[in-house]
């Protein structure tokens, strides 16, 4: 199956790899500048609120930007825009505002990457090239948060001291030795956006409208929301990313009040989480198909009661199991939950105006839960409550999740919707 690949398949995964890798690694840095500025531990997740309030604004316009151009060309560009933001570091930009500048082409960036392989490859390989795809990007994610811990770890700046490089390259501080090496990775990923092959794929642009185009993204969302089964995965969906995003500051946080781990070491547990849903992800790939994806939903409810046991560990040894056994949880039901939206949304919408309202939906929640967590943070809220909160929010939105499944399977054929070609039928 590897070698049927065609060539530029494989530098589109690359280039994807290293924007990801440098994306996550400069989440890591961007958090120790806020410390050396002595900023207040509520503004650190305000950085994946900046980074994330692109993905929401430019829903609906990014998908037709994207196909008015080659694929290449517009990764090429929306990473440089990447470069730009982690420059402006140097500048003494606020941290905020420079992040926010990296979501913004991280944002624009998003539906190039996947476009490009419907366009490159025939339907046959689709599958197989997103599961490429989402594999190299929670790998990037693993990687990534490690290399950020390692770039602001002093073993790197002692590293750059004895190189002699710190003269050389006139580096001021820990954090800037780490910025310049991510800089370095979102070049090179420039660099392979430029080797991407064109495909001649011409679009037919809906409009170019602004208002138009939202009317339409917003028909889109109402569709999908209403549709019995989309509005159960959906859900999950969002509430996973969400969550997620929230659960990578809260482990900081609870690992450095909880463990006295500081926060190079701390990030090397948000690797483990992320272990733990890769594992999961397999588990499901292999246990769970697209019928029976809606009998993991439980799973959920017990992912959130395990959560507040992070309270009860007291050594890095018990809260690595925790957070493995966390992550496995998390993959093994959002994968196939991912799995059946992209399904209904392919059935009631098209696959990219689905892909366009999924990621809205879950990054608006990133904001929503991130904003909360920093305003608990604010009134100096402690890790192990914020931990407990957290679970039993999870836990308790699942199980309301649980409920309105049950309610519409009995009024609807629901099993009979999953794996139907096409739908016309939109229930309220």
């Given at each position: 199956?590897?070698?049927?690949?065609?060539?530029?398949?494989?530098?589109?995964?690359?280039?994807?790899?290293?924007?990801?890798?440098?994306?996550?690694?400069?989440?890591?840095?961007?958090?120790?500048?806020?410390?050396?500025?002595?900023?207040?531990?509520?503004?650190?997740?305000?950085?994946?609120?900046?980074?994330?309030?692109?993905?929401?604004?430019?829903?609906?316009?990014v998908g037709?930007?994207?196909?008015?151009?080659?694929?290449?060309?517009?990764?090429?560009?929306?990473?440089?825009?990447?470069?730009?933001?982690?420059?402006?570091?140097?500048?003494?930009?606020?941290?905020?505002?420079a992040?926010?500048?990296?979501?913004?082409?991280?944002?624009?960036?998003?539906?190039?990457?996947?476009?490009?392989?419907?366009?490159?490859?025939?339907?046959?390989?689709?599958?197989?090239?997103?599961?490429?795809?989402?594999?190299?990007?929670?790998?990037?994610?693993?990687?990534?948060?490690?290399?950020?811990?390692?770039?602001?770890?002093?073993?790197?700046i002692?590293?750059?001291?004895?190189?002699?490089?710190?003269?050389?390259?006139?580096?001021?501080?820990?954090?800037?030795?780490?910025?310049?090496?991510?800089?370095?990775?979102?070049?090179?990923?420039?660099?392979?956006?430029?080797?991407?092959?064109?495909?001649?794929?011409?679009?037919?642009?809906?409009?170019?409208?602004?208002?138009?185009?939202?009317?339409?993204?917003?028909e889109?969302?109402?569709?999908?929301?209403?549709?019995?089964?989309?509005q159960?995965?959906l859900?999950?969906?969002?509430?996973?990313?969400?969550?997620?995003a929230?659960?990578?500051?809260?482990?900081?946080?609870?690992?450095?009040?909880?463990?006295?781990?500081?926060l190079?070491?701390?990030?090397?547990?948000?690797?483990?989480?992320?272990?733990?849903?890769?594992?999961?992800?397999?588990?499901?790939?292999?246990?769970?198909?697209?019928?029976?994806?809606?009998?993991?939903?439980?799973?959920?409810?017990?992912?959130?009661?395990?959560?507040?046991?992070?309270?009860?560990?007291?050594?890095?040894g018990?809260?690595?199991?925790?957070?493995?056994?966390?992550?496995?949880?998390?993959?093994?039901?959002?994968?196939?939950?991912?799995?059946?939206?992209?399904?209904?949304?392919?059935?009631?919408?098209?696959?990219?105006?689905?892909?366009?309202?999924?990621?809205?939906?879950?990054?608006?929640?990133?904001?929503?839960?991130?904003?909360?967590?920093?305003?608990?943070?604010?009134?100096?809220?402690?890790?192990?409550?914020?931990?407990?909160l957290?679970?039993?929010?999870?836990?308790?939105?699942?199980?309301?999740?649980?409920?309105?499944y049950?309610?519409?399977?009995?009024?609807?054929?629901?099993?009979?919707?999953i794996?139907?070609?096409?739908?016309?039928?939109?229930?309220?």
């Open positions: 199956m590897l070698g049927k690949m065609k060539k530029g398949f494989y530098t589109i995964i690359f280039a994807q790899f290293l924007s990801s890798l440098a994306d996550n690694a400069l989440l890591i840095a961007a958090i120790a500048i806020l410390t050396e500025l002595l900023a207040p531990s509520w503004m650190s997740p305000l950085l994946k609120l900046f980074f994330t309030v692109s993905y929401v604004i430019l829903a609906p316009f037709p930007f994207s196909d008015s151009f080659e694929k290449g060309k517009v990764m090429f560009l929306t990473n440089n825009i990447k470069v730009l933001g982690c420059i402006l570091f140097f500048f003494n930009v606020h941290p905020l505002l992040y926010a500048v990296v979501g913004f082409g991280a944002a624009s960036y998003a539906p190039a990457k996947y476009g490009i392989l419907t366009e490159l490859l025939p339907p046959d390989k689709l599958v197989f090239a997103n599961g490429w795809l989402e594999s190299t990007t929670v790998v990037s994610i693993l990687l990534g948060t490690l290399l950020g811990g390692f770039l602001i770890s002093d073993f790197f002692n590293l750059i001291n004895d190189s002699g490089l710190k003269a050389t390259l006139q580096i001021n501080s820990k954090s800037e030795a780490g910025l310049m090496v991510i800089v370095f990775i979102y070049a090179l990923a420039a660099f392979f956006n430029l080797l991407i092959p064109k495909t001649g794929a011409v679009y037919s642009i809906y409009s170019k409208n602004p208002i138009t185009l939202t009317k339409r993204f917003y889109s969302n109402k569709i999908l929301w209403n549709d019995k089964v989309g159960i995965s859900a999950v969906t969002t509430l996973f990313w969400g969550a997620g929230t659960l990578q500051f809260i482990v900081l946080q609870w690992a450095q009040e909880q463990l006295n781990m500081t190079d070491k701390a990030a090397m547990l948000q690797g483990i989480v992320a272990l733990g849903i890769i594992a999961g992800s397999i588990l499901a790939g292999r246990l769970v198909n697209l019928r029976s994806s809606i009998k993991v939903l439980p799973v959920g409810v017990f992912m959130g009661l395990v959560v507040p046991l992070m309270t009860l560990a007291s050594n890095i018990t809260a690595s199991i925790l957070l493995i056994i966390i992550g496995t949880l998390a993959g093994f039901f959002v994968v196939p939950m991912n799995a059946l939206l992209q399904h209904r949304g392919y059935v009631t919408l098209s696959a990219g105006q689905s892909i366009a309202v999924q990621n809205f939906n879950e990054n608006s929640n990133v904001l929503v839960m991130l904003s909360v967590y920093a305003f608990l943070l604010f009134f100096e809220m402690s890790a192990n409550t914020v931990v407990t957290f679970g039993i929010f999870v836990a308790v939105t699942m199980a309301l999740v649980i409920a309105k049950r309610r519409n399977k009995s009024t609807i054929e629901f099993d009979s919707l794996g139907d070609k096409r739908s016309s039928v939109y229930q309220k």
